[in-house]
């Protein structure tokens, strides 16, 4: 296979910087928070499915910390085999690389394609925004999800 070429890169490149940038659109128009819809205190990215970052919108740029080890610290506690459509993992751990400083709140969901009979993670979505407190588990899960994980045996 051979390395794509400098256009395709381009194309490529700016199709996920438009996705980045629409999240964040939408993020201001459905946010109840001051700081979101007025102030615009917030970041949106795209990660592969190990983690790494592909692309952040030009919000506000020093969330990239924010953004870092992340999803990655998710996929350290919850593998790739055990996410779901629907699975939203809400991260708040300073000391795991969940922030610039301790109020950093992380939304990071899984983007599930299904395929060839399995379920398969190939990019990650994420928000960071300020939030009111700063501490908490590093990971939350929805309960409905945790109770049907625990049902089905998983949890």
Known sequence: MHPPDAVTVEVIGSALASI????????????????IKERR???TALFDRAGRTLCQAEHILIHL??????VPAILARHPEAELRPGDVFVFSDAYAGGGTHLPDIVLAEPIIVEGQGSLESGLWMAIVT???GGYGPPTVRDPVLAERDR?????
């Not at 910390?65 to 992340?70: N, P, R, V």
């Not at 049902?151 to 949890?155: A, D, L, T």
Request: proline share 3%; with cysteine; hydrophobic share 30%.
């Open 130 to 132: 300020p939030g009111a």
């Open 20 to 35: 980045t940038e629409e999240m964040g659109e939408a993020l201001f128009r459905a946010s109840f928070s001051t700081n």
């Open 41 to 43: 205190d917030c970041s």
């Open 65 to 70: 910390g924010s953004f870092l080890e992340a």
């Open 151 to 155: 049902r089905e045996g998983r949890g």
